[in-house]
């Protein structure tokens, strides 16, 4: 298939999906519609779940401050998203609050008493976090805990889905046998040969001092689960992405790398050659994954959530990728030094998942969503 052919399906699917939810604005959401509250909705995962669930007809309420401008700079304003969900999600009600304030968090959940919980807010690069310890622990570890007693007080039946990421593994995915293959690394160890699974140690790693106010949220909301037998679940995430990622070069790898491409800037390679590996999974397959959750949720729950070994890549096979659909050759230097607690090679094991919820798989490949994160910038960047 032409690249230009992938362009346009995705854009095809696009719009399907809005009518969709187009077709929706003739519902009177107040009668019996269920609650979503998301947090981080005008960030790349917030955003899509929150267009998905809405597709489904529930009634939506976003928490965001746009605090990743403040994190990232201009480059990583999530306001055009905002604004993206206000004018195709009918009803769309947005609340402008930091979850690190606890009272107001506390207010708000108790105002809402949402059906569902899917929380995506969080100060999300490893490096940007050395920078910026307070707000990072504050707002990951603190913000997530403000939001679990919120619920354990108003709704502890509803599922509290929690993103959560593979940095929790700190660097210890490095230490496993490597072999190194003409473009990437991969696994040596066929124990590994589906990735990693959710049984591998968190514990005696470095992990960034984002790895780190990650684990203490990862365990809080599976304790929540455990020892209040409330629906809690934490999605490790590898690389999410998506047409809708702000991307920055501390953040969002594949979005950035499509941009400095489209913009004919140069990009940098930090270490381990270009070969460093990382799993790809589109928003909306991790949407479609929140749902299947949601509909059937189980307690205290972790699940490994990335694009598996399908949907892998290293830096330099994304070069090609990204040069296929741009038709422009991509710009880069190199340094010797890698970035701190890098993974070298990570992809999610996914038979965990598959068996808990044999509905759920992959539905876009790489190269489809690679196809559609160009197709996007080139739209945002003529604007
Ligand atoms: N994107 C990835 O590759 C990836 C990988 C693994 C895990 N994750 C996790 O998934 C989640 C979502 O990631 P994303 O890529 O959508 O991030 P994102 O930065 O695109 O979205 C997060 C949103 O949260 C908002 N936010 C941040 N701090 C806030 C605060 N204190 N109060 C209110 N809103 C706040 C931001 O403004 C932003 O819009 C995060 O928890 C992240 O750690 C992401």
Known sequence: MKPGAICNLALSNRLAYSAKVATLEKIDMSKAAKRLLVTGSSG????EVSLFFSSQGFSIH?????????FFGPAGDTRWNQKRLTTQIPGFSHHE??????????ALIDEI???GIVHTAAQPSHDRAAAIPFDDFDTNAVGTLNLLEAARRTCPEAPFIHMSTNKVYGDRPNFLPLQELETRWDYADPAYAHGIPEDFSIDQSKHSLFGASKVAADVMVQEYGRYFNMPTCCLRGGCLTGPNH???????????????????????VFGYKGKQVRDNIHS????????????????GEV?????????????????????KFSGKP??????????????????????KMKAHYPAWDITKSLEQTVGEIVEAWNRRLEK
């Open 44 to 47: 790349l995962i917030g955003s």
């Open 62 to 70: 976003g928490i965001d401050n746009n605090q990743r401008a403040v």
């Open 97 to 106: 609050l930091d979850i690190r304030d606890r009272k107001e968090v506390l």
């Open 113 to 115: 008493k949402p059906d």
């Open 246 to 268: 702000s991307g920055v070069e501390l953040h969002g790898f594949l979005s950035f790398l499509a941009k400095c491409n489209l913009e004919d800037r140069e990009y940098r």
């Open 284 to 299: 909306e397959d991790v949407s479609r994954f929140i749902f299947a959750f949601f509909q059937a949720p189980r307690v």
């Open 303 to 323: 699940y490994n959530l990335g694009g598996g070994k399908a949907n892998s890549c290293s830096i330099l096979e994304a070069f090609q990728l990204v040069e």
């Open 330 to 351: 991509m710009r880069y230097s190199y340094q010797d030094e890698n970035r701190i607690g890098d993974h070298i090679c990570y992809y999610s094991d996914l038979r």
